[in-house]
């Protein structure tokens, strides 16, 4: 037997089998992987290292833990993955209208093709649960109102940085850039009701460490989550939980680049 130190807690070998057996039977409503199947050993060392102690790690509820793992394979195009956690973010206790956010405000950032395909894989595991479609309307802003209705989600956040940095492109490009921006990801997604704005965010810095090559825009929701409500200890234990679905480097990208931004402000 052998032990480890988690949050001032000391979990033996045995405690994270069992916390795998308990998360993982709650999550997908089985067992975990035992000698069956074409890879026993990979399925327990996956298993045992996300359900035993990836998902004890940090202050966050499971529904937010799905969440963030829906919105990472979502990124990642690994919709099999994809559809298993939609149900398991159902088990979890997230409302369709909650999932269905997280993966709809993904198209910002990782555009409409992708989207859809996790739209699609999202879509069949609601129908499997019985879950009719279309799901309630959530959108709050109508052609006359996305800019003024964007920009009050915006500007507390992130102020006018993103115009104040392409003022020098021509001059079609420097209004029409931020005002994209503005409409469109804030103003058609981010003022969407079913997410409240922290979760939002939290997702958001997720999903930026997820694409990967995204530290900028990493560092600037980092501190858009952190005005938005969410602790630096929420923020650290989303990546962590992450990692195991964008690997560790992604991790250590998206954590450097958060440590950028917290040295500053320190």
């Known amino acids: 037997m052998y032990t480890k130190q988690r949050s001032q807690e000391v979990f ?7 916390r795998c057996a308990e998360k993982f039977g709650m999550l997908f ?11 026993p050993e ?12 990836v998902c004890y790690t ?15 394979l979502a990124v ?3 919709l099999p993955q994809l559809k298993a956690h939609v149900g398991a973010a159902l088990n979890a206790g997230c409302t369709p209208v909650a999932i269905r956010e997280a993966v709809y405000q993904c198209a910002p950032f990782i555009g409409f093709p992708k989207t859809l395909n996790a739209i699609a894989a999202m879509n069949e595991a609601f129908t499997a649960a019985g879950i009719a479609l279309p799901l309630e309307p959530q959108g709050t802003v109508t052609e006359e109102t996305r800019y003024e209705t964007g920009l009050a989600v915006q500007a507390p956040l992130y102020g ?5 940095r392409y003022r020098d492109l021509p001059e079609v490009y420097a209004e029409a850039i931020p005002r994209f921006l503005t ?8 003022s969407r009701n079913g997410l409240d704005e922290a979760r939002r965010e939290l997702l958001t810095v997720v999903m930026l460490a997820a694409l990967g090559g995204a530290e900028v825009q990493v560092k600037a929701h980092v501190l858009g989550a952190e005005k938005a409500g969410n602790s630096r200890d929420r923020i650290l234990a989303a990546l962590v939980h992450a990692m195991p679905y964008m690997g560790i480097p992604r991790l250590f ?10 040295v500053q402000q320190a």
Do not use: Y
């Open 29 to 39: 409503g089985a067992a975990p992987a035992g000698e069956e199947g074409t890879d």
């Open 58 to 72: 940090g202050e966050l509820s499971d529904e937010d833990r799905e969440l963030v793992t829906v919105t990472v």
């Open 160 to 164: 006018t940085e993103i115009a104040d």
């Open 42 to 53: 990979f399925m327990k060392i996956l298993q045992r290292f996300i359900f035993g102690e």
């Open 12 to 18: 033996s070998m045995e405690d994270r089998i069992q």
């Open 183 to 190: 409409e469109f990801c804030f103003g058609d997604f981010a």
């Open 253 to 262: 990208n998206a954590l450097n680049a958060a440590r950028a931004v917290w």
């Open 76 to 78: 990642n195009q690994t």
